[in-house]
């Protein structure tokens, strides 16, 4: 086994709520975003570790060194969403780089701070920012077709088997078809915490809800089509 050493002692401390984003992609390398520290790729065949950080002129493959997701889409391009600098779009094979603003550029408060990148299943491109707004563009990240507003940002978003949207909040909960449920502290069937920083669904279609500081929640749907939780990895359950 390997250990890397990815964010040094004297950058440690800009670790807040985000961590590390990752994703194996299809040349089998794999790509680490760091949270002050730029951008990490592993080459498995090679055994080795490349490290890209940004420039002030602009030169770099990406805009920020404080990054907050990355994925590969279906052509081998690496997307990573950073803090007030957009979307860089990486280009393995030429080495290229594209930078995708959702909002002026020259904006500071968040606009441009990309929490999650996602591919609908009609190949939109779907992008949360921490702003709170949450923009479908068309695949080829050439036109907004619809721009959602928010009261906190989204960091998870998911289509169920039934075709129901799920967005996950920091600090709002999470939503099921624009329905939302939050924790409340006197029903211990409510969320456990109202940051979802993950949703997954599992091979026999039960939906997972991971949060910050609430453990891990399993959703469960009434007979009135509403929902209740059962929590996990807490000290509750």
């Given at each position: 086994s390997r250990v890397f050493t990815l964010i040094p002692e004297d950058k440690i401390g800009y670790v807040d709520y985000e961590r590390y984003s990752m994703v194996h992609d299809s040349r089998n390398i794999i790509w680490i975003s760091t949270y002050g520290n730029g951008l990490f790729a592993y080459h498995t065949v090679s055994d080795t570790m490349y490290h890209f950080t940004s420039s002030v002129d602009g030169s770099s493959l990406i805009g920020a060194d404080f990054l907050h997701s990355v994925f590969e889409d279906r052509s081998g391009?690496?997307?990573?969403?950073?803090?007030?600098?957009?979307?860089?779009?990486?280009?393995?094979?030429?080495?290229?780089?594209?930078?995708?603003?959702?909002?002026?550029?020259?904006?500071?408060?968040?606009?441009?701070?990309?929490?999650?990148?996602?591919?609908?299943?009609?190949g939109n491109i779907l992008v949360a920012t921490r702003k709170g707004q949450l923009y479908e563009y068309n695949g080829q990240m050439t036109k907004v077709i619809q721009k959602q507003s928010y009261p906190s940002s989204i960091y998870e978003m998911i289509k169920d088997a039934k075709g129901r949207i799920w967005l996950g909040s920091r600090g709002n909960g999470l939503s099921i078809d624009n329905v939302w449920y939050r924790n409340n502290a006197n029903d211990q069937s409510s969320l456990s915490n109202n940051n979802i920083f993950h949703i997954h669904t599992d091979s026999k279609g039960r939906i997972w809800i991971a949060t910050f500081g609430g453990g891990l929640d399993l959703a469960v749907e009434n007979e009135d089509g509403s929902f209740s939780f059962r929590h996990f990895l807490n000290n509750n359950y």
């Amino acid at each position: 086994s390997r250990v890397f050493t990815l964010i040094p002692e004297d950058k440690i401390g800009y670790v807040d709520y985000e961590r590390y984003s990752m994703v194996h992609d299809s040349r089998n390398i794999i790509w680490i975003s760091t949270y002050g520290n730029g951008l990490f790729a592993y080459h498995t065949v090679s055994d080795t570790m490349y490290h890209f950080t940004s420039s002030v002129d602009g030169s770099s493959l990406i805009g920020a060194d404080f990054l907050h997701s990355v994925f590969e889409d279906r052509s081998g391009a690496i997307w990573v969403g950073t803090d007030h600098a957009g979307i860089s779009v990486l280009t393995v094979m030429n080495e290229d780089v594209r930078r995708i603003y959702p909002e002026d550029k020259q904006l500071m408060d968040r606009s441009n701070t990309i929490r999650m990148i996602r591919k609908a299943e009609n190949g939109n491109i779907l992008v949360a920012t921490r702003k709170g707004q949450l923009y479908e563009y068309n695949g080829q990240m050439t036109k907004v077709i619809q721009k959602q507003s928010y009261p906190s940002s989204i960091y998870e978003m998911i289509k169920d088997a039934k075709g129901r949207i799920w967005l996950g909040s920091r600090g709002n909960g999470l939503s099921i078809d624009n329905v939302w449920y939050r924790n409340n502290a006197n029903d211990q069937s409510s969320l456990s915490n109202n940051n979802i920083f993950h949703i997954h669904t599992d091979s026999k279609g039960r939906i997972w809800i991971a949060t910050f500081g609430g453990g891990l929640d399993l959703a469960v749907e009434n007979e009135d089509g509403s929902f209740s939780f059962r929590h996990f990895l807490n000290n509750n359950y």
